[in-house]
């Protein structure tokens, strides 16, 4: 039974699924949360900072690739990685790695590693941004937490840091440089086009601008195309043979979308994880029109797979927003009473309190901002609750939330916007809204066509199906 696992590399897990491919069937899948220590210093100091500890996401695979049995590992025949776009993890290639024969696992040398810079990462300043030169692609704005935008400013703020490396890639890349024993990492335009500076259309980063401003242009990595091999494994990673072939990472986004539009091409995807992304897959006679002209200013658009785009408004405020707010829940319950209630808990009552009003939805007058991280686009938004009556409850105030993280993807990608790119159906995807039926409820009551959501339609089982057309099917 010849299997392809596909993962996840997330920002809060870690996911793998298996794809049996005689069957067509995923026949397992696991994941795993990652438990990062909080660096105090970094946090007091800086919150606007947002790093992971690479190790920790390396000893979260290994566990969650572990949960499989040995006869699962065994017949992996080839593995397809996708994770969280924009972040950079900076590395020596000379020296970083330590391979243990016995367990068939790997771990790396700290000191010669960076932390993962996430997509969340908010260093870079309004200013700091407006300081950098205008890449030369139709993707002609650069944005905090993008991989070139942080290591414009580790240059200039951390020089000699950024000159203890020779490498940088996304999470994803490094694991791969890993596995398949790469000197220099290679990328993928989906990847690539999250680091901004690049251009899709030539399939290259703006090397010469780069290194006009002063940009260390040998840490970029070689760009490749989607769909790719990236190499092989070089050694007995778990029980996985050696010689495995490795496919070139994607970004998350394009994978989730790929499962879900893979026999649905007229279809729009809206996927609420820890962000939010509103999708739409245009024809192939498609040209992407920069920002500077565009009516749509908050609307991206991705390189997606044999040369088409991705239409997508990439919201920063998804599950994160309801997150924030159930933390603060939590820890106002502890301050006051010193117990701590799980998230569970509290989502629970909340659904129920939600399921048993007399009153509907729609007579909620709180009006949410939701931006609390701001968007792309702009990042100076604040988040904002207006409207508050006496007579609050908890349960109204969530609705309020959930109405206004979908209000705020549709004002970025208007309804209308769908209809003209002949949209037949909407797809719900990820697990804050499968999960959540105040989110589901407040967005059919937006959509003017059918929708339909679908679960295990996650970043990792589109990975794995991108395998299975574009390498194992042809072969």
């Known amino acids: 039974m010849p299997l392809i696992a596909g993962l996840d590399i997330g920002s809060t897990s870690v996911k793998i699924s298996l794809l ?31 790093q992971q500890n690479v190790s920790e996401i390396i000893g979260c695979i290994h566990e969650t690739l572990a949960t499989f049995d040995d006869q699962q590992r065994s017949t992996i025949t080839m593995i397809s990685i996708c994770g969280q776009m924009h972040g950079c993890v900076l590395w020596n290639n000379d020296s970083y790695l330590n391979y243990y024969s016995k367990r068939g696992q790997f771990d790396i040398d700290d000191s010669r590693v960076s932390d993962l810079y996430n997509w969340q990462d908010m ?3 309004d200013k700091f941004i407006a300081s950098l030169p205008k890449p030369h ?7 905090t937490g993008f991989g070139c935008a942080t290591i414009f400013w580790l240059t200039i703020y951390e020089k000699q840091f950024v000159q203890k490396f020779n490498s940088s890639a996304t999470i994803m890349d490094f694991i791969v440089t890993i596995i398949c024993g790469l000197k220099h990492p290679v990328m993928s335009t989906q990847n690539a086009m999250s680091w901004g500076y690049f251009d899709p259309i030539g399939h290259k980063f ?11 242009v040998h840490l970029l990595p070689t760009v490749s195309k989607c769909g790719s091999i990236a190499g092989k494994t070089v050694f007995n990673w778990l029980g996985i043979p050696v010689g495995t072939p490795v496919l070139v990472a994607m970004g998350d986004m394009q994978c989730a979308t790929y499962v879900n539009l893979r026999h649905n091409p007229n279809s729009a995807v809206i996927n609420i994880s820890t962000s939010m992304q509103l999708s739409v897959l245009n024809n192939k006679n498609f040209t992407p029109e920069s920002k500077s002209v565009s009516k749509y200013k908050s609307i991206d658009y991705f390189p997606y797979f044999d040369d088409t785009y991705l239409s997508v ?7 994160n927003v309801l997150q924030h707010i159930i933390n603060f829940i939590k820890d106002l319950i502890e301050d006051i009473t010193g ?3 799980p998230d569970n808990q509290i989502w629970h009552k909340i659904f129920q309190l939600h399921q048993n009003q007399e009153t509907d939805i729609s007579d909620n007058n709180l009006l949410v901002k939701p931006t609390l991280f701001g968007e792309r686009h702009d990042p100076s938004l604040k988040a904002s609750i207006v409207n508050i009556s006496k007579n609050v409850k908890i349960n109204k105030i969530i609705e309020a939330f959930c109405n206004g993280i979908i209000d705020n993807v549709f004002e970025m990608m208007p309804i209308e916007y769908i209809k003209e790119n002949n949209i037949t159906q909407v797809i719900g995807t990820g697990t804050v809204l499968i999960k959540n039926p105040i989110m589901r409820g407040m967005l059919e009551t937006k959509l003017e066509i059918p929708i339909v959501y679908i679960e295990n339609s996650d970043a990792d089982v589109g990975a794995v199906w991108v395998a299975f057309d574009y390498i194992f099917n042809t072969q």
């Open 20 to 50: 049996d491919t005689i069957s067509h069937q995923i026949v397992a899948t696991n994941s795993k949360k990652y438990e990062f220590k909080v660096n105090e210093e970094i946090r007091v100091k800086h919150p606007e900072y947002c």
């Open 137 to 143: 692609s139709y993707a002609d704005r650069i944005s």
């Open 123 to 125: 260093r870079c300043t």
């Open 313 to 319: 408004a990439a919201s920063l405020n998804g599950g």
């Open 339 to 341: 117990i701590k209630v």
């Open 206 to 216: 703006n090397e010469n601008l780069l290194k006009n401003n002063g940009f260390p």
